[in-house]
């Protein structure tokens, strides 16, 4: 069975940065890997997605300020947010191994981390 292990979310002020991490457990790498958010009382939705060795594609609310990656020699993935907003307070999820059906579908990928709350205060 797949794990994620998330960290790195915490307390920040708007124009901050944070920069959350993903650990996947020994051979469970993929280049089809993908962070979604859930602020309170919303529908979880799709971050950033990463889809080849050096592609990836954001949701237009973060594009330009966060940055997906990766580290295969170490298994982890990255989300590196600048410039932080309020409305980007939400529980971030790493997502993994995904099955087809719609990437924005959160019932389409298989493996999840357990969240790491990222606050942005104004």
């Known amino acids: 069975q797949v794990q994620l292990v998330e960290s790195g979310g915490g307390l920040v002020q708007a124009g901050g940065s944070l920069r959350l991490s993903c650990t996947a457990s020994?051979?469970?790498?993929?280049?089809?890997q993908a962070w979604f958010r859930q602020a309170p009382g919303k529908e979880r939705e799709l971050v950033a997605r990463?889809?080849?060795?050096?592609?990836?594609d954001y949701a237009d609310s973060v594009k330009g300020r966060f940055t997906i990656s990766k580290d295969k020699a170490k298994n982890t993935y990255y989300l590196e947010m600048n410039n932080l907003k309020p409305e980007d307070t939400a529980v971030y999820y790493c997502?993994?191994?995904?099955?087809?059906?719609?990437?924005?579908?959160?019932?389409?990928?298989?493996?999840w981390g357990q969240g790491t709350r990222v606050t942005v205060s104004s």
């Open positions: 997502a993994l191994n995904y099955d087809g059906g719609g990437y924005s579908r959160p019932d389409n990928w298989r493996d």
């Open positions: 990463l889809f080849t060795t050096r592609e990836a």
């Open positions: 020994q051979g469970a790498f993929s280049y089809n």
